[in-house]
């Protein structure tokens, strides 16, 4: 009988860690929502931080900063965000899991070093402004990357907006902002919102290269305005939805000057189900497909016309299980 009870209590212990395992197969450890201000060098490491109605991990003015393997959660406010940084640089986020948060990564008036790294993002709650997995608003200078992060915003779960936005963000002519070879999947209810927006209200210097999106909302990927932006090699796929517009999309919106755009080499099948549309077609269509658009009266992007519409795109060019981290 001792010997049963100690198994049974061995596998009710492997059950619960199990629960809560980082990258690195160990436990998280508990914290409360951590505050740093004017900090270097130091590391966040295997926390497992629920939100609230504040960010689970709010840095100013730091620099330096690593924070890893941690697990940010449940927001309950458009103010609670799984990292929030303002005027920081040198800060490397990686293999984090971040679930049920307003936004997860949200790096504002940061200058350069800002590193979002394979991490996995489930369930961005929003709402408007907020709803990214990661965003950077004026963030510039060079170093600055989001790369090989996951995310999965499963319908009725969840309320995102943009996956991934650069808002009035710049990099350098020899270090743009790199967004490459995140995997993103899911959108809406918003009819606003898109897998992958970079020079939104303007911004220069953004590469965004060899990412897959499918049914991420309204767009695929948008170029929206801004100077020396490139958008190229890139898969883009989504269903029809109540709210699928257009694959890939280049327009000006910022007022700003708007030049210097390469979108190329792009595979993109975008099927467009949204009503505003299809009013424009026979009636009792109900699906066209709607790969590329590009706003009348500006010029085109260069290698606009070697993207490569109708690809054999289907849903499977992502698993069907994308987020592996709990």
């Known amino acids: 009988m001792k010997t049963i009870t100690t198994l049974t209590s061995v596998l009710c212990t492997l ?29 966040i490491s295997g926390d497992s931080i629920s939100g609230g109605a504040v960010p689970c991990i709010s840095l100013t003015n730091c620099k330096n900063v690593h924070i890893t393997k941690c697990k940010l959660c449940n927001g309950t406010t458009v103010n609670s965000l ?33 590193v979002v790294n394979a991490n996995q993002f489930l369930n961005m709650m929003g709402p408007y402004p ?95 305005g801004g100077t020396y932006i490139t958008m190229s090699n890139n898969i883009i796929y989504s269903s029809a939805t109540s709210i699928s517009h257009v694959g890939l999309g280049y327009g000006n919106y910022s007022g700003l000057p708007s030049n210097n755009i390469v979108m190329t080499g792009n595979k993109i099948k975008w099927m467009c189900g949204r009503a505003s549309d299809l009013a424009y077609y026979p009636k009792g269509t109900t699906v066209v497909e709607k790969d590329a658009s590009m706003q009348t009266g500006i010029t085109p992007p260069t290698g606009w016309s070697a993207n490569i519409l109708g690809a054999s795109l289907s849903a499977s060019v992502l698993p069907t299980t994308l987020i592996t981290m709990k």
């Open 130 to 224: 907020r709803g990214a997995c990661v965003q950077f608003n004026n963030v510039s200078g060079g170093g600055n990357r989001i790369t090989n992060n996951k995310s999965d915003n499963v319908a009725g779960k969840s309320n995102p907006e943009d996956a991934i936005n650069l808002y009035k963000s710049n990099g350098l002519p020899t270090d743009p902002i790199l967004v490459s070879g995140n995997m993103l999947r899911g959108g809406g209810p918003s009819t606003t919102g898109s897998g992958i927006t970079v020079g939104d209200q303007g911004g220069s210097y953004e590469t965004v290269t060899n990412n897959i999106v499918v049914n991420t909302g309204t767009d695929g990927m948008q170029v929206a």
């Open 82 to 114: 799984g990292v929030q940084l303002a005027g920081c640089s040198n800060i490397t986020i990686d293999y984090c899991f971040i679930t049920k948060v307003a936004t997860g990564v949200y790096a504002q008036a940061c200058t350069g070093g800002i």
């Open 15 to 43: 059950i619960i860690i199990s629960a809560g395992l980082n990258v690195i197969g160990q436990p998280y450890k508990g914290s409360a929502p951590i505050v740093l201000r004017n900090q270097s060098n130091v590391t």
